[in-house]
């Protein structure tokens, strides 16, 4: 169990309304993610943070925002949802490990449990 | 950039017969690689990695995998299915910087009985 939840797990929204998803981890790990899932797309990144207050753009952000303003919160803002966001969202984090002696990028994700949001 | 196909979209297989998913992946180097699963209304779950070594890697629930340089492939299998391995299968590859992955559209397992 890697510590991860999501909230709210379900939400319907109207078109035209700000939407934020929250993402908490309980390990402090220096990653995390955001990414949606839709049929025949896979997992496709939104954002990710490298750190507080350090993020950086996947290759599906417009229309999306993320902050994170301590280490184990990273919030997803749709500023003015639509209906192309009607999505799965899951937040994911990722571990060092440990690689002769010095702490490495692991490459292992692991993920919440996701969260379905339909905009009407 | 790197990326990643897995060319089935459905595969049917019956409760215990052998099951081959295929992963092909586009990268310059040497990836981190690795295949997840996930259950219906469920998260993903990590079942195996590669980096380095042994090019055959074994993982959770009974999977295996094997890293082919010469194909570009990565194909996870099972000797024998369950019907609880029903779901959604995921290759991903891992490289670049902040541990990023990039995720195949994934191939649905169903078993039959």
């Known amino acids: 169990d890697a510590g991860i939840t999501q909230s709210p797990r379900h939400k319907v929204t109207e078109t035209g309304t700000p939407v934020t998803l929250r993402c908490h981890q309980t390990?402090?790990?220096?990653?995390m993610y955001w990414y949606r899932q839709d049929p025949g797309h896979g997992l496709r990144l939104i954002h990710y943070?490298?750190?507080?207050?350090?993020?950086d753009k996947g290759e599906v952000s417009d229309g999306y925002s993320v902050s994170r303003s301590k280490t184990e919160d990273f919030l997803l803002t749709l500023e003015s949802a639509t209906s192309s966001q009607t999505s799965v969202y899951f937040c994911?984090?990722?571990?060092?490990?440990?690689?002769?002696?010095?702490?490495?990028?692991?490459?292992?994700?692991?993920f919440g449990p996701g969260t379905r949001l339909t905009v009407t | 950039a790197q990326s990643v196909t897995q060319p089935d979209i459905h595969i049917t297989v019956s409760e215990g017969a052998s099951l081959e998913l295929r992963c092909n992946y586009s990268?310059?180097?040497?990836?981190?690689l690795f295949w997840y699963v996930q259950s219906p209304g469920q998260g993903l779950q990590l079942l195996l990695k590669?980096?380095?070594?042994?090019?055959l890697v074994q993982g959770i629930k009974g999977f295996e995998a094997e890293f082919k340089r010469s194909q570009s492939s990565f194909n996870l299998r099972k000797p024998s299915v369950h019907w609880s391995d029903a779901a959604e299968y995921f290759c991903?590859?891992?490289?670049?910087?902040?541990?990023?992955?990039?995720f195949g559209t994934g191939t649905r397992l169903q078993v039959t009985l």
């Open positions: 390990e402090n790990h220096r990653y």
């Open positions: 994911a984090i990722s571990p060092w490990e440990a690689d002769r002696g010095r702490l490495a990028d692991s490459y292992e994700q692991y």
């Open positions: 943070s490298y750190g507080v207050k350090d993020t």
């Open positions: 991903a590859v891992g490289a670049g910087t902040a541990s990023k992955l990039t």
């Open positions: 990268y310059g180097a040497t990836p981190y």
């Open positions: 590669y980096f380095s070594g042994d090019t």
